[in-house]
């Protein structure tokens, strides 16, 4: 029960990095914002596995006591931080090519 609750908080806090207010699509003009949501969501769809799989493998350092309360939140808006900006680049490059 705490690992789904533990998944929930990490993926809600990485979906809401990623979509707070559609950010990355704003500095586009209105007839590509439409593009660059549907790029970003999938961009977003991609990553959940691997978000969720660091999320897992938190869970179970800090079960085992490897990392404490602080470390663990520090490592995952580290994580959250470094994937989102890799999203972002992404989503730059692939709103390039159209």
């Known amino acids: 029960m705490r690992r789904v609750a533990l ?9 809401g990095t990623a979509w707070a ?8 003009p209105p007839a590509k914002q439409t593009k660059c949501a549907a790029v ?9 596995p691997s978000i969720s799989q660091f999320g897992l493998a938190q869970l179970k350092r800090r079960e085992e006591g490897k990392i404490n309360a602080e ?8 994580f ?8 972002l680049e992404r989503l730059r490059a692939r709103m390039e090519k159209e």
């Open 7 to 15: 998944i929930a908080i990490l993926l809600g806090m990485s979906w």
């Open 71 to 78: 470390q663990h939140l520090s490592e995952n808006m580290t």
């Open 40 to 48: 970003w969501k999938e961009l977003n769809q991609e990553d959940g």
């Open 21 to 28: 207010g559609d950010p990355p699509c704003d500095k586009y």
């Open 80 to 87: 959250i931080k470094q994937s989102t900006q890799k999203r």
